[in-house]
């Protein structure tokens, strides 16, 4: 475990978290920033406008580094209203967290057929390599899941992208995701030095 004062050296990295609305990414995010908190998840909803920033560190294990997440959290209601600023944010980041329900299908295909585009559309321009996750939300209904998981390690694959699951109301994996892009940030940076 490594102490706040035993780091000796932060990589930033800006994060694009996008999906549809009412799908619970700001929800993670929210129950991941309060990690070490004894918060409890509640079902009040609030709407991400645009986007808004979050930062998060994550330190990673057995070295004195730490990685500073600089997470841009997409409002789901926007895609279908890309502008030239929502493109920049695109333009900006360096990895990405693409998030859909795993109970609701048309989140999966909505995921497929505008997000990652619209991002890899913005990304061809400013970013050769863009790394990220693939994310499973709502975890805690996989009896009701109508996304089989194959499809998601595919469409994670095509996009050279890992795929996982979580659940933010069962508090169950929601570190993988960030922990996972701190990593590479983490290891790209060492690579580069």
């Known amino acids: 475990v490594i102490t706040s004062n ?38 009040t909803y609030k709407m991400t406008i645009e986007v808004e920033l979050q ?30 600023t929502q493109r920049k944010y695109f333009q900006l980041t360096d990895h990405v967290i693409a998030a859909y329900n795993i109970a609701k299908r048309n989140t999966f ?39 089989n998981a194959k499809e998601a390690i595919a469409l994670a694959q095509q996009h050279n992208m890992a795929a996982m699951q979580c659940s933010s109301k069962s508090n169950q994996d929601i570190d993988h995701p960030f922990h996972y892009i701190a990593q590479q940030v983490y290891l790209k940076y060492i690579n580069q030095k």
Not at 14 to 19: C, D, I, P, R
Not at 55 to 83: H, R, S
Not at 136 to 142: F, M, N, R, T, V
Request: glycine share 6%; charged share 20%.
């Open 6 to 43: 035993m780091v000796r050296e932060i990589v930033r990295a800006k994060v694009a978290l996008f999906g549809d609305d009412k799908i619970g990414k700001t929800k993670l995010l929210w129950m991941f920033m309060h990690r070490n908190e004894d918060v409890a998840w509640n079902s």
């Open 55 to 84: 930062i998060v560190t994550v330190n990673i294990p057995d070295t004195n580094y730490a990685v500073e997440l600089q997470i841009l959290d997409f409002g789901g209601n926007q895609i279908f209203q890309m502008d030239n």
């Open 109 to 147: 295909e909505s995921l497929k057929s505008v997000w990652l585009k619209q991002f890899k559309s913005a990304q061809n321009s400013s970013n050769s390599h863009c790394s990220g996750v693939v994310l499973g939300l709502q975890s805690d209904l996989a009896a009701y899941s109508t996304v």
